[in-house]
């Protein structure tokens, strides 16, 4: 199991940015695709960016494409997420989340949390307008 420790959450105005981190722990963390979602109040939880195991590969969602950016430092079992022109709709709860289970060399997990194994606790976001 991989522990994810989530960080950078907090209070900005719109068209701020953030820096989100997680940092996992485990052995498996270097070869592991990652992921971040979202939940915002009395929503479901929504895909937002995956990552491959080089960084070399991404995929995000429609609505943060052009504003967040997605990086991963193995050296420090970290992977990043830089928020840019923030907007009130993306108020939520931030999960890190790891895919423990291997893929295709290269593969990126499907944009469905039922893809991943492990989970942050998550940090919150909220901007306000």
């Known amino acids: 199991q991989v522990q994810l420790v989530e960080s950078g959450g907090g209070l900005v105005q719109v068209g701020g940015s953030l820096r989100l981190s997680c940092v996992a722990s485990?052995?498996?963390?270097?070869?592991?695709?990652m992921g971040w979602f979202r939940q915002a109040p009395g929503k479901e939880r929504e895909f937002v960016v995956t990552v491959n195991w080089s960084g070399g590969r991404t995929v995000y969602a429609d609505s943060v494409k052009g504003r967040f950016t997605i990086s991963r430092d193995n050296a420090k079992n970290t992977v990043y997420l830089q928020m840019n022109s923030l907007r009130p709709e993306d108020t939520a709860v931030y999960y890190c989340?790891?895919?423990?289970?291997?893929?295709?060399?290269?593969?990126?997990?499907?944009?469905?949390?039922?893809?991943?194994?492990?989970w942050g606790q998550g940090t919150e976001v909220t901007v306000s307008s």
């Open positions: 989340a790891v895919r423990a289970r291997s893929l295709g060399w290269g593969a990126l997990p499907a944009p469905d949390s039922n893809e991943y194994d492990d």
């Open positions: 485990g052995r498996t963390f270097n070869r592991a695709a």
